[in-house]
């Protein structure tokens, strides 16, 4: 069975300081690994994914995730936050072969100015 | 254009009519589903399909019905609203040659049930 735990259902960041998001994952097989960003009145769209070719992950707008597997970790960070960046984020998880994905109970990021 | 819509974007029913959701995708791909999200619940699985034949309950399927029309529409149903219904319902895609199983969603539909 797969779960995924965000930890945090609200972050509160000035601009200009670090964005940190916390999710750990469970999976009985290896897993492949996303965030999600919902933008106001938008729907999902993909930040990035991990699928094992690299542990750090580069995705849009400056963020990255690093898969860490000893503390089945896959943290969003990013270095200076801008207010653009508030929206909700979500941690999802599917295993190999593909079916299904578990989606996190969602981060809502605020950024002061 | 989008490749992924949904209408309406929003609706306010009451308590027993009949709703009906739609999505349609010029993705191309095979694998459509509904979500519902509600605050601090995250996004559940309401109902998935590979193919046009091939339709499946998620976690949370009652009180739902779907209909998949062709490979670029898959509608949602309620058969009879109730008001713990009121949420904000996605459809997404997948394509099944990506072994991730990236998704991609439309704008949702904020539906409320009076």
């Known amino acids: 069975a797969q779960s995924v735990t965000q930890l945090g259902s609200h972050v509160s960041v000035s601009e200009g300081a670090l964005v940190l998001l916390r999710c750990n994952y469970s999976?009985?097989?290896?897993?492949?690994l996303f965030w999600y960003v919902q933008y106001p009145n938008q729907g999902l769209q993909l930040l990035l994914k991990y699928t094992s070719a690299a542990t750090l992950v580069k995705g849009i707008n400056g963020f990255e995730a690093e898969f860490k597997k000893s503390e089945t970790s896959f943290h969003l960070t990013k270095p200076s936050a801008h207010m653009s960046d508030a929206a909700e984020y979500f941690c999802a998880v599917s295993g190999t072969g593909g079916f299904k994905t578990i989606f996190g109970a969602g981060t809502r990021l605020f950024v002061k100015a | 254009d989008a490749d992924v819509t949904q209408t309406p974007r929003n609706r306010i029913t009451k308590t027993g009519k009949r709703i009906m959701l739609e999505c349609s995708q010029t993705?191309?791909?095979?694998?459509m589903y509904w979500y519902r999200q509600d605050p601090g619940l995250g996004l559940r699985l309401i109902y998935y399909?590979?193919?046009?034949?091939?339709?499946n309950k998620g976690e949370i399927s009652d009180g739902y019905s779907v209909s998949r029309q062709a490979q670029a529409k898959f509608s949602l149903s309620l058969e009879s609203a109730i008001p713990n219904q009121t949420a904000l319902y996605f459809c997404?895609?997948?394509?099944?040659?990506?072994?991730?199983?990236?998704?991609?969603f439309g704008p949702g539909t904020r539906l409320t049930v009076l």
């Open positions: 993705k191309g791909h095979d694998r």
């Open positions: 997404a895609t997948s394509d099944p040659r990506d072994n991730t199983d990236t998704q991609y």
């Open positions: 999976s009985s097989v290896p897993p492949y």
């Open positions: 399909s590979f193919d046009v034949k091939d339709i």
